[in-house]
């Protein structure tokens, strides 16, 4: 994977892809080689220069000087009381804490209808891009009444939200992005890595036109929501992106922009995403990062979801579409602070998707509407070169395609707990990683 030179992707240059994070247990091994390519390098040149004749013999070469780092300007300070009634300023209605039961209920839209929820992922998105594109070739995948993506599910998130229209270019974006499109080496002050490739390619992604046909859509009474975390309070908060939409113009395509890219922005591994907002008339700036910290996906607020409560969603049917294996991996795991961050990070994603997935079965049985859910399928191995290999998303976008057009795209209960040991992981040869 080139890291420090941006490659050329023809279809994510010229048509704009729809960008999404690696994994977490990917990037944890390209975080670890993008530092280690920023600083090794040059301590080696350094190590490197001999010594002087003029009395430096046998003395060991000064140490490089630290890399300057970007000076970022101070935070305006603010309190918690500040920021539980901040909003956006011209547009109060595009977002609400996603504590607030109130709030979620009175976002929903007037009718009720089925529901799709998109999981993060990273370019595992390939497989709900692919699985989503053939329900629609097959005639299967209605309007939904509501969406709601987290991460790489909050990129892909209004495009099917537009309509089918948009399928093609979903494959292609999904089948022609890599690593390099996504991020380039070089801390920030704030991160690991630099994510400007990611915002650039978000900001020709989502046009004036994809915002008019979500407004439209919203206009229907249909609802788009993705999540991002609010840092600063450790709150989660659940954009409406087509009220967004609907208000319309330069700060409404900005916003809705910088909500998809705080979606997806790992925190310490990109930077964060401010976002200007406003209460009692004074103006400061929020953190935002990943909404996968809130969840693998998000159906309901935690308390409307709880076993104890006696919640029924409006929906007629709820559709989870989950862009990450749930299988465990067998691997001998490397004595090294990558390898290690990188098996538990990919335990711990399944165990939360998994304890989700029961708590959206619970809350669809006694809501007395259809729980359905779609995973990539156990038998799935295509290799792969590296993070955001076109290749192996390119199989495995045909392998959602396929079971989107199959007879029986979804699951009426939650994948089974694997039992006895794991098979050996192939997530080495896929990755790259040592």
């Known amino acids: ?51 002087s004749a003029s009395g430096n013999v046998g003395r060991k070469p000064a140490p490089p000087p630290p890399p300057t780092q970007p000076q970022l300007p101070p935070r305006v300070p603010f309190t918690a009381a500040e920021d539980a009634v901040a909003s956006i300023p011209g547009i109060p209605t595009a977002r609400f804490w996603v504590d607030s039961d109130t709030d979620f209920n009175n976002a929903l839209p007037p009718r009720p209808g089925p529901w799709l929820v998109l999981s993060s992922g990273g370019e595992d998105g390939a497989f709900g891009a692919g699985l989503l594109s053939g329900l629609a070739a097959a005639g299967k995948r209605p309007d939904y009444a509501v969406i709601t993506g987290v991460s790489t599910g909050a990129l892909m998130a209004p495009f099917v939200f537009a309509g089918p229209h948009y399928d093609e270019a979903l494959r292609k974006e999904y089948t022609n992005v890599t690593a390099a499109d996504i991020f380039e080496a070089g801390k920030t002050g704030e991160s690991f890595v630099d994510s400007w490739p990611l915002r650039d390619l978000i900001a020709k992604e989502i046009t004036p036109q994809l915002l008019a046909d979500v407004a439209k859509e919203h206009r229907n009474g249909r609802r788009l929501f993705v999540v ?17 939409a609907v208000h319309g113009g330069d700060a409404a395509i900005k916003l809705f922009r910088s909500v998809l890219l705080a979606s997806a922005s790992v925190p310490g591994g990109f930077p964060p995403v401010m976002i200007d907002v406003e209460a009692n008339g004074k103006h400061f700036q929020e953190m935002h990062v990943d909404g996968g910290i809130c969840g693998q996906f998000f159906v309901a607020p935690a308390a409307l979801m709880a076993s104890a409560s006696d919640y029924r969603l409006p929906a007629t049917q709820l559709y989870i579409v989950v862009n990450t294996g749930l299988e465990r991996d067998f691997k001998v ?89 794991a098979p050996p992981s192939s997530h080495i040869e896929k990755t790259g990683a040592n």
């Open 228 to 244: 991002s975390t609010d840092l600063d309070t450790e709150r989660c908060v659940v954009w409406n992106l087509g009220e967004i």
């Open 333 to 421: 795991v490397e004595r090294f602070a990558p390898s290690i961050l990188t098996q538990a990070v990919g335990m711990a994603v399944k165990v939360d998707t998994r304890l989700m997935l029961d708590r959206a079965y619970i809350l669809a049985k006694r809501s007395g509407i259809e729980f359905n859910v779609a995973t990539i399928p156990a038998s799935f191995n295509a290799p792969s070169q590296g993070s955001f290999d076109p290749k192996y998303m390119g199989a495995l976008f045909q392998t959602g395609y396929a079971l989107g057009q199959s007879t029986n795209p979804f699951g009426a209960e939650p994948p089974p707990y694997p039992r006895g040991p």
């Open 1 to 51: 994977m080139t890291m420090h030179t941006r490659s050329t992707i023809c279809a994510a240059a010229a048509l704009v892809s729809v960008p999404f994070l690696a994994p977490p247990q990917v990037l944890a091994q390209d975080l670890a080689a993008a530092a280690t390519t920023q600083s090794h390098p040059q301590w080696v040149a350094q190590a490197r220069v001999k010594p």
